[in-house]
């Protein structure tokens, strides 16, 4: 092992009791054949690094450990965009990538549901609608949660992607 290779693994857990090895800067199960260079040569570059790194990387890539993942989208919707903007968390001012931020769209009457009556009983006007109120609101994630806009789900609630039930109210 190089002196610039960190060991990965506690002493009592190595690598090879483990049935892995570490070679290029990742854990593989088999070590790649590259011949030990002589370190501190500014000729010769550190085995998986160099022009060639992609090449030695893709040909030991099914070796390679992957990592489990919680969601299949990484809790974002960026897909293919490299940055997006920030939006304000409603409840603690925290900047939120908008495609990570919890939306939700709130339409509520501008007038309380008790004051409703008592100014139909003073309009001049038979019927007047009472305009609303429209606000889009971000949430962080931890606000989110906290504020019960997002619950925690299980495992196998979490694969469920459709998007939770309408409530619609009729009018009568």
Not at 12 to 38: D, H, M, Q
Not at 136 to 155: E, G, T
Request: hydrophobic fraction near 35%; aromatic fraction near 8%; proline fraction near 8%.
């Amino acid at each position: 092992m190089y002196a610039w290779m960190k060991e990965p693994f506690p002493s009592s857990a190595t690598p090879n009791a483990l049935g892995f090895k570490f070679c290029c800067g990742a854990i593989v199960r088999e070590v790649c054949p590259k011949p030990k260079l002589v370190l501190g040569s500014k000729s010769q570059p550190r085995p998986g690094e160099g022009p060639n790194r992609a090449a030695h990387r893709k040909a030991y890539a099914p070796s390679l450990i992957s990592m489990t993942c919680k969601r299949r989208n990484n809790g974002r919707n960026k897909h293919g965009r490299g940055h997006n903007k920030f939006v304000r968390c409603i409840n603690c001012s925290r900047c939120v990538p908008k495609d990570k931020a919890i939306k939700r769209f709130n339409i509520r009457n501008m007038v309380e549901a008790a004051a409703v009556r008592d100014l139909q009983e003073a309009s001049v006007y038979e019927e007047y609608a009472i305009p609303k109120l429209y606000v889009k609101l971000h949430y962080c994630v931890s606000c989110a949660i906290h504020a019960r806009v997002v619950r925690v789900r299980s495992v196998v609630d979490r694969r469920n992607r459709a998007p939770p039930p309408r409530f619609r109210f009729a009018k009568a």
